[in-house]
C-alpha cells in the first residue's frame, strides 16, 4: 500500500518493528478491503498506531519498567487501531513508540605509520618463594654429641 509505504519512510527509529507491522497491515488489506479503507484514512497514521501499541501494552503491564506482548497480542492491537473510530483512540503522550538503538561502535582504524599507542599493564612483583628469615645456630648445640657421631 502506497500510504504505509510513505509512512515507514517518515519512520526514522525502530523501523524494523514499524516494517513488520506494516507487513501485517499490508498482507491483511489484501484480503479485506473494509480494513484497507479504515487504513487510507488520513486520520490513521502508522507512528500513531506503534504509539498506541505502546500505550497498550504499558497499560497491561501495570507499570512495570520493561514490558513484553505476543505477536498475536500486537496484532489484535493493530486491528483494534484501524477498526475503532479515532475518538476511541487513547494513547498514553508518555509513552514513546520509538526505541533506542544500540550505540554504534566505532571502529578504529590507523595510518600505514601509526600503530596504535601502547598500553603498559604493570605486572605484578615477584615474591620470594622463602619468606621465612634462617636462624642463626646457636654454638651451644653444634657442640653437642648426636646418636649419629656414635654409630660412627
Not at 75 to 85: A, H, I, M, P, S
Not at 107 to 118: L, M, N, Q, S, V
Not at 121 to 143: A, G
Amino acid at each position: 500500500m502506497e500510504k504505509i509505504s510513505r509512512e515507514i519512510a517518515e519512520i526514522k527509529n525502530n523501523k524494523g518493528f514499524a516494517e513488520a507491522i506494516a507487513a501485517y497491515i499490508n498482507k491483511k488489506c489484501e484480503k479485506n478491503h473494509v480494513f484497507q479503507e479504515r487504513v487510507n484514512l488520513e486520520e490513521k497514521k502508522l507512528e500513531e498506531c506503534l504509539k498506541y501499541i505502546m500505550s497498550e501494552v504499558k497499560k497491561a503491564s501495570g507499570g512495570a519498567i520493561s514490558v513484553a506482548a505476543t505477536d498475536k497480542e500486537v496484532f489484535k492491537l493493530v486491528d483494534d487501531y484501524y477498526t475503532k473510530d479515532h475518538s476511541e483512540i487513547k494513547i498514553d503522550e508518555g509513552v514513546q513508540a520509538r526505541a533506542q538503538a544500540p550505540a554504534e561502535k566505532k571502529e578504529e582504524t590507523y595510518a600505514k605509520g601509526d600503530p596504535p599507542e601502547k598500553v603498559e599493564v604493570k605486572k605484578p612483583e615477584k615474591k620470594s618463594i622463602l619468606t621465612k628469615k634462617v636462624k642463626e645456630r646457636d654454638p651451644l648445640i653444634d657442640n653437642q654429641v648426636s646418636v649419629f657421631d656414635l654409630l660412627g
